[in-house]
């Protein structure tokens, strides 16, 4: 059955766009509205996210992850941006979502900026709309998912436009309830935390997926400048 993606309607000023795409996204077929990028935040808008999302952050992790890609379903417990540096194991230029799953707590480590030499440094993100890939939500670490955006979701680099630093952090953070049920894709080396959450290939694509145990759930796309697919 063909994904149904839609227009992300909570998006703000979006003048530039996710990686090189026009400001109205691209049609995928007959049937499907076009996808946007989601937009940056105004200009006037507060340049740090919500410190308080950080509250509850741990230095205490479990170690059930295996060294592999998959799937991490569980409960935001805290997100850490790159200006909370009060929180055990902060990161200049990550996001960290802490997320408890097993009666424990793991790091998911989100790029939102570039540490590609010579490259355009802002991270380029699309959000849309679709069922969860990889069986329905269920609290653990599954590495039998995979993900790719161009054909498990029907999203192409013309659907993303970039974001600053704090401006994706907070657009990011917004989005994200505390306690709210999130799933993950992401690469591990085992332990406590993953990474690489966005555009890889292989199948090994990170993404973040809100409501995914609702009728609609949300995906948070990532890629780098250089990357075209």
Same mark, same amino acid.
């Given at each position: 059955?063909?994904? $149904? /993606?839609?227009?992300?309607? $909570?998006? /703000?000023? @979006?003048?530039?766009? %996710?990686? @090189?795409?026009?400001?109205?996204?691209?049609a995928l077929g007959p049937d499907a509205p076009a996808v946007r990028a989601d937009a940056a935040v105004r200009a006037d808008a507060p340049r740090v996210a919500d410190a308080s999302k950080a509250a509850q952050c741990?230095?205490? %992790?479990?170690? +059930?992850?295996?060294?592999?890609?998959?799937?991490?379903?569980?409960?935001?417990?805290a997100i850490v941006a790159p200006a909370d540096q009060q929180c055990p194991r902060p990161n200049g230029d990550h996001l960290i979502l802490e997320v408890?799953?097993?009666?424990?707590?793991?790091?998911?480590?989100? &790029?939102?900026? =570039?540490?590609?030499?010579?490259?355009?440094? $802002?991270?380029?993100? +699309?959000?849309?709309?679709?069922?969860?890939?990889?069986? @329905?939500?269920? !609290?653990?670490?599954?590495? !039998?998912?995979?993900?790719?955006?161009?054909?498990?979701?029907?999203?192409?680099?013309?659907? %993303?436009?970039?974001?600053?630093?704090?401006?994706?952090?907070? &657009?990011?953070?917004?989005?994200?309830?505390?306690?709210?049920?999130? =799933?993950?894709?992401?690469?591990?080396?085992?332990?406590?935390?993953?990474?690489?959450? #966005?555009? &890889?290939? &292989?199948? #090994?694509?990170?993404?973040?997926?809100?409501?995914?145990?609702?009728?609609?759930?949300?995906?948070?796309?990532?890629? %780098?400048?250089?990357?075209?697919?």
């Amino acid at each position: 059955m063909p994904i $149904r /993606l839609r227009l992300d309607e $909570r998006a /703000l000023l @979006a003048p530039l766009l %996710f990686a @090189a795409c026009g400001s109205g996204g691209t049609a995928l077929g007959p049937d499907a509205p076009a996808v946007r990028a989601d937009a940056a935040v105004r200009a006037d808008a507060p340049r740090v996210a919500d410190a308080s999302k950080a509250a509850q952050c741990t230095g205490q %992790f479990g170690s +059930a992850l295996t060294s592999s890609f998959g799937r991490l379903d569980g409960k935001v417990l805290a997100i850490v941006a790159p200006a909370d540096q009060q929180c055990p194991r902060p990161n200049g230029d990550h996001l960290i979502l802490e997320v408890t799953m097993g009666g424990a707590s793991y790091r998911m480590v989100v &790029n939102v900026q =570039s540490d590609r030499a010579g490259a355009d440094v $802002r991270v380029q993100v +699309a959000e849309v709309s679709a069922p969860l890939a990889g069986g @329905a939500f269920a !609290d653990g670490w599954h590495t !039998d998912a995979t993900l790719d955006y161009a054909t498990t979701l029907a999203v192409h680099a013309d659907a %993303f436009a970039p974001l600053e630093l704090e401006a994706l952090v907070r &657009n990011v953070s917004d989005k994200i309830a505390i306690g709210a049920p999130i =799933s993950v894709y992401a690469t591990s080396s085992g332990g406590d935390s993953a990474h690489l959450v #966005h555009r &890889n290939g &292989n199948g #090994h694509d990170g993404a973040i997926v809100l409501d995914p145990t609702g009728a609609a759930p949300r995906w948070l796309l990532f890629r %780098f400048v250089d990357q075209t697919f």
